[in-house]
T-cell receptor, first 109, second 114 residues
């Protein structure tokens, strides 16, 4: 099966700074890479996704980049705000849907 | 659009007891997933259904866990007998098609085994 590694496991940034979370995957058949945000006690919710035919995608303050050759993809959050504080999960999807181990992001006001 | 429904929200049982969780996916979603999320960890895929067939159950502890999706709609996940280490949130998710589309999650069932 797929093996998705995610780093860092915890990340603290000052409000207004940028945050970057990185993931690597092992299965070359994976071709869909979503990112989910999970607030404490709530369900994971999709914030952005990218497919393997695209190298970069941006949605306001959130962007995702994908390097298929190196099998890694990253989430970039700019101008961070306290409400961005949550746990973020990457996933690599081929025929199955496997998640990374999560990054706990804290934005310090 | 109605979301993924799960019940119960919370369950406390003693070790060696049995428990069952229910999931009703979004109407029309062919793919259904059950994940186990232990506190502080990422969701771990237990089983994936495509309609009523199993796509992947490689990480399902089959000596104690079972799942079914009769008629390709609702699904149940059962643990028999439960162990302390089964304490976790069990998340059900569904997507329109296999794999390469967004998965929508239910609220989850928080299981505590004492």
């Amino acid at each position: 099966g797929e093996n998705v590694e995610q780093h860092p496991s915890t990340l603290s940034v000052q409000e207004g700074d940028s945050a970057v979370i990185k993931c690597t995957y092992s299965d070359s058949a994976s071709n869909y890479f979503p990112w989910y945000k999970q607030e404490l006690g709530k369900r994971p919710q999709l914030i952005i996704d990218i497919r393997s035919n695209v190298g970069e995608k941006k949605d306001q303050r959130i962007a995702v980049t994908l390097n298929k050759t190196a099998k890694h993809f990253s989430l970039h959050i700019t101008e961070t705000q306290p409400e961005d504080s949550a746990v973020y999960f990457c996933a690599a999807v081929g025929n199955q849907f496997y998640f990374g181990t999560g990054t706990s992001l804290t934005v310090i006001p | 659009e109605a979301g993924v429904a799960q019940s119960p929200r919370y369950k406390i049982i003693e070790k060696r007891q049995s428990v069952a969780f229910w999931c009703n996916p979004i109407s029309g979603h062919a793919t259904l997933y059950w994940y186990q999320q232990i506190l502080g960890q990422g969701p771990k895929l237990l089983i994936q259904f495509q309609n009523n067939g199993v796509v992947d159950d490689s990480q399902l502890p089959k000596d104690r866990f079972s799942a079914e999706r009769l008629k390709g709609v609702d699904s149940t996940l059962k643990i028999q007998p439960a162990k302390l280490e089964d304490s976790a949130v069990y998340l059900c998710a569904s997507s329109l098609a296999e794999g390469r589309t967004e998965a929508f999650f239910g609220q989850g069932t928080r299981l505590t085994v004492v």
